[in-house]
Every structure is written in C-alpha cells, then in structure tokens.
C-alpha cells in the first residue's frame, strides 16, 4: 500500500437534502457522475444535471484514495467526472457545456439560445472561474498568522467579484438577468460555502457591494444549489486542512503560488 494521501480524510457521505438527492439517483443511467459531496467542482456538475432533469447515477468518488477504478475513468484522479454511454468526461465546466451539446430537448438550459449571449455567457464563466474561484481558495488559505497578508487576499476576492458584478446585469436576479446560466453554475458552489469564508476569514459580503448579496442570496436559495448541499458543519468540516493551510490537493497547490488550475 503506499501512504495515503493527507487530504484523504473526508466522511465517506453526503448528508441533509444532498443524502436526498444521492438517494433518489441510484440507478444506473446514460449518464453517472463521480463526484464527491464536499467538492465544489462536483457541484457545478450535480447543480446542472438536476436544473436540467437529465437522468443520472450518482457514484461518490473520495479522489484523494486514488482508487484504481476512479482513475481508469480520470488519470488526474480528480472529481468531478462522469461517464456517457461508457465514454470517459472530465472538467466540471466542460462537462457542464456537454450536457448542453448532448441534451437540447432537455429544458432549461444554463447557455441562452442567442449565439452571442452565449459567447458573453462563456466568457464571464471563465472569467469567474479564473479570478473569484483562486482568490476564494486563498482567502480560505491564508491563516490569521499574518493579518496583513490575509486582509490582502480579502480584498483581492473582493476586488474579483466587484469587477465580475460590475459586468452583471443590474436587476438580476441571477447574472445574466432571469436566466440561469453556467457564470452562475461556476459560482454558486463558492458561494453555499462562504460561510467558512466569514466565520474564519472576516469575510462579509456587502464589502463585495450590494448586487452581490443580492445575488450570493439568489444562488444559494435556488433548489438545485440546496438539494446539492450537505449540512453545513459537514462542509465547514471539509475545509479544515485548508483553514490551516495545509491542504494539498491540486487545485491547493496551485493558487497557493498564484498558478491557473
Ligand atoms: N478544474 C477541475 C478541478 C477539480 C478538482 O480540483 N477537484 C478536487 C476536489 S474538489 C479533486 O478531485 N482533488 C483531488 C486532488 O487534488 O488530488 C474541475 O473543474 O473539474
């Protein structure tokens, strides 16, 4: 046996609504999906399958345990993944956009039909996804030994989300307006688990301005977000190696030295 991996550590579970819906997805389908309760990524993945009622088999995945068969389907040895008709899909936002490709008839859907809307809709996923989403994961990083460093990377999640809202349409309720679209898919996991932000990191959200608590409120009420949570002192739980900056899962060691992941 080789030694496990240090982050290996999660309950092996879902819990609260998240147990419900891991329940009532047992049955193999065209499509399952390996994912871990407590990953944000996963949830992307989870959110979009339920907003879009495609049927799918939920199979929990620790990646850290690197089993062989997980890594037969992802070498990286990362979740999300999924399979379809047996073919092997990674990525939580490309996974995402295949759902889209490979289930038009399937209503709603998180891209707006117009082609440019869509290209705008991409964009400001990405964006989001390389701005908000690394400095979230180093605000959770930066531990209370160095109050200056920490303050800094408050303001840098904050300057990221103010510059990502700016962009946003101005009623909302979600980014693009009444659709509810892959920016918000990206980010509503980030923001169901920034409560560890604010009991740990002196995190608010009105410093981030107004329309984004409006919207951080829109996306953590919405039902496919809820139904894919487990109860909060589960996920608070989670993050303990990363509040003590000792994470060392991919994503953690790369925006710790500021690289994309
Ligand atoms: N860019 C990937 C990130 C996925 C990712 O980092 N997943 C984490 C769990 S939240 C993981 O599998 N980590 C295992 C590891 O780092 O070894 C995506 O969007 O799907």
């Known amino acids: ?22 329940q009532a997805h047992v049955e193999p389908q065209e499509v399952t999906l390996y994912a871990a309760w407590w990953c944000p990524y996963a949830q992307r993945v989870w959110i979009t399958l339920e907003e879009r009622g495609i049927p799918y088999q939920y199979k929990e995945v620790n990646p850290y345990e690197r089993e062989p068969h997980f890594m037969a389907i992802n070498p990286r040895g990362l979740v999300p993944a999924a399979e379809y008709k047996g073919q092997a899909l990674t990525e939580s936002l490309a996974i995402v956009e295949f759902l889209e490709d490979a289930y038009p008839s399937h209503a709603p859907h998180v891209l707006p039909a117009d082609p440019v809307a869509r290209a705008r809709a991409r964009v400001w996923t990405d964006i989001a996804n390389k701005t908000v989403v690394p400095a979230w994961f180093r605000l959770v990083m930066a531990t209370g030994d160095d109050a200056a460093a920490q303050a800094a990377r408050r ?25 509810f679209s892959t920016v918000d898919v990206a980010l509503a996991p980030f923001v169901a688990r920034d409560f560890v932000l604010a009991a740990h990191r002196g995190y608010e959200r009105a410093e981030a301005g107004e329309r984004w608590v409006r919207y951080a409120r829109a996306l953590e009420e919405r039902k496919s977000v809820r139904e894919t949570f487990s109860d909060k002192d589960r996920v608070m739980k989670s993050y303990a190696r990363y509040l003590s900056n000792e994470a060392q899962s991919e994503a953690a060691k790369a925006f710790r030295v500021g690289k994309a992941f």
Request: net charge negative; hydrophobic share 45%.
């Open 1 to 22: 046996m080789s030694t496990p991996h240090p982050d290996a550590g999660h309950l092996p579970e879902a819990t609260g609504l998240a147990l419900k819906t891991v």
């Open 155 to 179: 303001e840098e999640l904050y300057a990221g989300v103010r510059a990502l809202m700016a962009e946003a349409a101005v009623d909302g309720p979600y980014f693009l307006g009444e659709q």
